[in-house]
């Protein structure tokens, strides 16, 4: 079974950072491809960044240049550097691989910018 373990969320002020970890297992994390998404409390839930099995990524032009994502793959981490965050980052982000046509999702991890 693949399971994805998150932690690094937390409350920040505007102009922070925060590091999101999302630990994979049950899967060859060097097949996969890791997604972030997002969500608001009564907002649908976005699409943040994915890095892929080759390390190449893609980010949602609300993040780009501020997000980065990145993954140790010896120790099967994905991670989600996060810098000059901003209230509307505020939500719960979650970490979602795909393996062998099922979706798998991190529990989540509450991120909080406010003053």
């Known amino acids: 079974q693949v399971r994805l373990v998150q932690s690094g969320g937390g409350s920040v002020q505007p102009g922070g950072s925060l590091r999101l970890s999302c630990t994979a297992s049950g899967t060859n994390f060097r097949l996969v491809t890791m997604d972030w998404y997002r969500q608001a409390p009564g907002k649908q839930r976005d699409w943040v960044t994915r890095?892929?099995?080759?390390?190449?990524?893609n980010y949602a032009d609300s993040v780009k240049g501020r997000f980065t994502a990145s993954r140790d793959v010896p120790r099967a981490v994905a991670y989600l550097h996060m810098n000059s965050l901003k209230p509307d980052d505020t939500a719960v982000y979650y970490c979602k691989t795909r393996w062998r046509s099922t979706d798998f999702w991190g529990q989540g991890a509450q991120v909080t910018v406010s003053s």
């Open positions: 890095i892929t099995n080759n390390g190449s990524t």
